[in-house]
């Protein structure tokens, strides 16, 4: 799957990422001076936030995309505390000094393999350093999914939407303490039409339309929406909690 994304486009229709984020953030505990690593950083709006709790801190605003990294840069322009980076959790992390938190918000789903994903971060993160992080849980977007089928694409996509716990079992394994993890259902109404067309083309379907021609996809995108009961996307949320170990 491709890893670039219109991040301009992104950046105008996150709302509900930023929502999200933002109850995220208030989980994490910070006294100001922390180095900090925003694990998926996307176009930055919620990276602002954490900046903002870090006034003798700092924050490394880390995504695989390109576009992504570029468009947050803009958006944090001036910022002396962000420090930015591309890069693929999947892989081995160079940040230089380890961090003494990791947030993330919205990613972690775009990663396969878990299994790696916690090693890479605890490998980064000092013994004590907190996660805080929420992405899509096992059944999310389940509606558009199932719209998608019959719309003609039963691919699921390339994403890992995990459950409880086996999450808490891979934290457990890449050496994470104290591990807390649950799932909440966050049904999202959008503005039918455009709107939700636009959103399901710019996220949900990314993936999918990267492999159809070009030609194809906007009909494939209202025929989706078309199916849809209501312009309602079922989220399902994986929240964690957890601590790097000693």
Not at 32 to 38: A, K, Y
Not at 54 to 59: A, E, K, M, N, S
Not at 192 to 207: D, H, I, K, S
Request: net charge negative; with cysteine.
């Amino acid at each position: 799957m491709t890893s670039e994304w219109d991040a301009a486009t992104y950046d105008r229709i996150s709302d509900p990422m930023a929502r999200w984020g933002e109850k995220v953030l208030e989980r994490l505990p910070l006294e100001g001076d922390e180095r900090v690593m925003d694990a998926g950083c996307g176009t930055g709006r919620v990276t602002a936030l954490l900046a903002e709790r870090l006034p003798d801190g700092t924050v490394i605003a880390v995504d695989r995309s390109r576009g992504m990294i570029e468009q947050a840069r803009a958006n944090l322009a001036g910022n002396p505390r962000v420090r930015f980076l591309v890069a693929d959790l999947g892989q081995p992390l160079q940040v230089g000094d380890p961090v003494d938190a990791v947030f993330s918000n919205a990613t972690f789903h775009w990663v396969l393999d878990h299994d790696a994903l916690f090693a890479n971060l605890a490998a980064v993160m000092r013994p004590g350093a907190r996660l805080v992080a929420q992405c899509g849980a096992a059944g999310n977007v389940a509606n558009v999914m199932r719209a998608a089928r019959q719309a003609g694409d039963d691919w699921e996509g390339a994403v890992h939407f995990a459950t409880v716990d086996e999450t808490s079992r891979r934290l457990s394994a890449s050496g994470f303490v104290d591990v807390d993890v649950w799932t909440h259902e966050e049904p999202t109404p959008f503005e039918p039409g455009e709107p939700l067309e636009t959103f399901l083309a710019t996220v949900v379907l990314r993936a999918h339309l990267a492999r159809m021609p070009e030609s194809e996809r906007a009909a494939f995108v209202h025929d989706v929406a078309s199916r849809m009961p209501e312009p309602v996307i079922e989220y399902v949320r994986l929240n964690i909690l957890a601590r790097r170990a000693a």
